[in-house]
């Protein structure tokens, strides 16, 4: 499968997951796994906005990074 193909898989898929950080309309993201090797990741409030689409190796980096702090927005 091309990217497109990916993309337009997870948009269809089945089994979003609402992260427990969300917070009362705040901060609210969905991810889905739906797709073998493929994340999925979009925005609650916006879902027809589109989505992220991460491979394995690049979801667990980012995963790394949102653990360790490096996505944190500065104020």
Avoid: P, Y
Avoid at 58 to 66: D, G, H, N
């Amino acid at each position: 499968m091309d990217h497109e193909d990916i993309v337009t898989a997870l948009t269809h898929a089945l089994g979003w997951k609402t992260s427990s950080w969300t917070s009362k309309g705040q901060n609210c993201v969905e991810v889905t796994t739906a797709v073998l090797g493929w994340a999925g990741v979009r925005d609650t409030k916006k879902r027809a906005a589109g989505l992220l689409a991460f491979n394995a190796q690049q979801w667990i980096m980012f995963i790394q990074s949102a653990a360790n702090g490096q996505l944190d927005r500065q104020n």
